[in-house]
């Protein structure tokens, strides 16, 4: 039998979806950490201003498209299908229903808060700068 390119292509991309299958071929630990920590705080692209309006520029033009706002805000929307609703639902009810996870959430809240109310007082408290 002749192979040819397109063969081994098709070959090579059968394998790599076996494999994600399997759940083999998944980035371990200490592959992702240091992209995560290149894009965390300030380190982010979104961050920066050129880069914010360049996204909401696109998010608009998105927008203003009709076939995406039916997709999003439409029947199309997957959320609005009763089988996907009562999944979600029953997720939360989970989650909100088992007493730990329900401190730990409570907890990550306050304690954001807590950072954020803080954040808060520092920049009142700090001499403005010229």
Same mark, same amino acid.
């Given at each position: 039998?002749?192979?040819?390119?397109?063969?081994?292509?098709?070959?090579?991309?059968?394998?790599?979806?076996?494999?994600?299958?399997?759940?083999?071929?998944?980035?371990?630990?200490?592959?992702?950490?240091?992209?995560?920590e290149k894009m965390m705080g300030e380190l982010n692209p979104a961050k920066k201003e050129e880069t914010r !309006? %360049?996204?909401?520029? /696109?998010? =608009?033009? #998105?927008?203003?498209?009709?076939?995406? @706002? &039916?997709?999003?805000?439409?029947?199309?929307?997957?959320?609005?299908r009763p089988e996907v609703r009562a999944k979600i639902s029953a997720a939360l009810k989970a989650t909100w229903?088992?007493?730990? !996870? %329900?401190?730990?959430? /409570?907890? =990550?809240? #306050?304690?954001?808060?807590?950072?954020? @109310? &803080?954040?808060?007082?520092?920049?009142?408290?700090?001499?403005?700068?010229?």
């Amino acid at each position: 039998m002749e192979r040819n390119l397109d063969s081994d292509v098709f070959c090579v991309i059968l394998n790599k979806i076996q494999n994600l299958l399997k759940g083999e071929n998944k980035m371990s630990e200490v592959q992702t950490k240091p992209r995560r920590e290149k894009m965390m705080g300030e380190l982010n692209p979104a961050k920066k201003e050129e880069t914010r !309006k %360049k996204i909401s520029e /696109k998010l =608009k033009l #998105a927008w203003a498209r009709p076939e995406v @706002r &039916a997709k999003i805000m439409g029947d199309k929307n997957p959320t609005k299908r009763p089988e996907v609703r009562a999944k979600i639902s029953a997720a939360l009810k989970a989650t909100w229903g088992d007493p730990v !996870k %329900k401190e730990a959430i /409570k907890a =990550k809240i #306050a304690a954001r808060a807590s950072a954020r @109310r &803080a954040a808060k007082a520092a920049a009142a408290v700090a001499p403005p700068t010229v």
